[in-house]
């Protein structure tokens, strides 16, 4: 292209006037090769822009979310280790879960949780945040704002992506009953057991978040953990659900739990 | 358009590669940093909750 740009920049500058009356004689086919040539050059800028964007999605996301999850982590167990009781109440350090009233509300945006989940890796770890907006599930997990505490009486339900921004729930359908998931709060350790297999269910299906989820089996109060992310893989037409009831909590100080250790 | 640009810059070849080169690296900078981060909500990867319903109520 640079020798031909030249060659007809050239040819031009020789020929000053001449391009009008030569012009005006070959114009259906200048304006012919011009179409077509800048067709061309569209068609590739836009299959390079689609290939920049998938690298974008696949690839650039997940680098992005990856930094901010480490980010995320890295606050908290800060903030933890500078001050473990700062955000604890007295019955939350003494190891009883679901102490509400006087525990200060979750901050929308902020991460409060680091959630482990064996059956994803043993070195799989993400943050909790408050609230599901598009923002804050760039940064971490998002926890439905209007459900219960972490630990609380009721359902702590949690969204997650399943694909692009670090892809932290891909290996969500591997999910089976009896599988650990467990949370910290800085100051306790929360072990939940999955009670069955993922369920599909349509977005508009939010009985499944309810204090006792809609179609979980559960028929009572208790203390339940629900995960969702989008079904199927790449798209959003369903979402996939997880139920889990706490199964056991331990304080912090007396080390990680067994389903981690063990 | 390309062939157009190139005429349009300053300087011999090697002067013209490296403001093509930067162009491109300017380009590729502002799609990632502002204009795919815009677009990338508009695909369907980002529904995972089920709170659509909530959504209209909120």
Redesign the interface.
Known sequence: ??A??RG??RSRAARPGAEGRAGRGRRPVTVARLVV??FS??CV?VGT?IV??VV??LF??GVRADSAMDGEIGALQDRWSTGPLATASPDGAAGQPGGTGKRPRYENGKSFAVMYIPRFGADWSKPVLEG?G?DV?KKGL?H?D?TARLGGTGNFAV??????YGDP?KDFPELRPGDAVVLTDGTTWYTYRIDRRPYT?V????G??DPVPRKSGYNGPGRYLTL???EPE???SH?L?VWAHLDSTQPVERGRPSALTG | MYGWIWRHLPGNAWVRALISLVLVLAIVYVLFQYVFPWAEPLLPFNDVTVDRGMGAVR
Not at chain 1, 159 to 164: D, K, Q, V
Not at chain 1, 203 to 206: A, G, K, S, Y
């Open positions: 292209m640079t031909r740009s007809a920049a040539r800048t050059e569209v800028t822009l920049l964007f974008y999605v650039w996301t599901t598009t599930l998002g439905y209007r969204a997650g992506h399943r694909r692009t729930f269910t977005p508009t299906d939010i499944v978040i969702t992310t989008c790449w798209g959003h979402r659900i």
